[in-house]
């Protein structure tokens, strides 16, 4: 029995690591002006979340298999198969996380947009799409995320790109609390008074 469970596991993360490399070749086949960022490998993210950085701005895309099943949206709320899983905020999440940590290296506010794209061949359906997240389909993820125009020059897609690569932008340095960067000396120590 544990050497089914053990087979069955094994297929299932081949069957993974297979969807995420075709997700990586095709946000690779957006355009020449786009480069692409897997999370997963540069933040520790999960498997299917990826950065795009390229002249429509900067996007932290998610990536959801559905197979052939039919996905609903009404506003904030996913329906798949009668399941609703919380994609919308983890497409959200992702993207504050990559907005924080890039802010936080850049020193300047670096709006990232969410995206939610699904992968599939079953049909999509929106009663009311949520607020600040673009849903595609991921077939056709290339066209949506140019439509979006020229708001970055080529040298800011470069220098964010070469920002969001490295390693140090994802991982917080370790917290030093502000008293204990100071020196402090002993009260009525008229030494440290005496000292430049």
């Given at each position: 029995?544990?050497?089914?469970?053990?087979?069955?596991?094994?297929?299932?993360?081949?069957?993974?690591?297979?969807?995420?490399?075709?997700?990586?070749?095709?946000l690779e086949a957006i355009g020449h002006n786009w480069r692409v960022l897997d999370?997963q490998a540069a933040a520790g993210s999960d498997r299917m979340n990826f950065l795009?950085?390229?002249?429509?701005?900067?996007?932290?895309?998610?990536?959801?298999?559905?197979?052939?099943?039919?996905?609903?949206?009404?506003?904030?709320?996913?329906?798949?198969?009668?399941?609703?899983?919380?994609?919308?905020?983890?497409?959200?999440?992702?993207?504050?996380?990559?907005?924080?940590?890039?802010?936080?290296?850049?020193?300047?506010?670096?709006?990232?947009?969410?995206?939610?794209?699904?992968?599939?061949?079953?049909?999509?359906?929106?009663?009311?799409?949520?607020?600040?997240?673009?849903?595609?389909?991921?077939?056709?993820?290339?066209?949506?995320?140019?439509?979006?125009?020229?708001?970055?020059?080529?040298?800011?897609?470069?220098?964010?790109?070469?920002?969001?690569?490295?390693?140090?932008?994802?991982?917080?340095?370790?917290?030093?609390?502000?008293a204990e960067r100071y020196r402090w000396y002993p009260e009525g120590d008229s030494?440290?008074?005496?000292?430049?």
């Amino acid at each position: 029995m544990e050497w089914l469970r053990g087979r069955r596991a094994e297929r299932e993360s081949r069957r993974a690591e297979i969807a995420h490399q075709r997700a990586a070749q095709r946000l690779e086949a957006i355009g020449h002006n786009w480069r692409v960022l897997d999370l997963q490998a540069a933040a520790g993210s999960d498997r299917m979340n990826f950065l795009a950085v390229g002249p429509g701005g900067i996007f932290a895309v998610t990536v959801k298999d559905h197979g052939r099943s039919r996905v609903s949206f009404a506003g904030d709320v996913v329906q798949i198969d009668g399941r609703r899983p919380k994609y919308v905020q983890e497409a959200r999440r992702v993207a504050k996380r990559a907005a924080t940590a890039l802010t936080r290296i850049a020193g300047i506010s670096v709006p990232v947009i969410p995206v939610l794209a699904f992968a599939g061949s079953g049909t999509i359906t929106a009663y009311g799409l949520p607020k600040g997240v673009i849903i595609s389909s991921y077939q056709e993820l290339g066209r949506v995320l140019n439509a979006r125009g020229q708001r970055l020059a080529p040298g800011t897609v470069e220098k964010l790109y070469a920002l969001a690569a490295d390693p140090a932008t994802w991982f917080n340095p370790p917290y030093v609390p502000l008293a204990e960067r100071y020196r402090w000396y002993p009260e009525g120590d008229s030494s440290a008074a005496k000292q430049p």
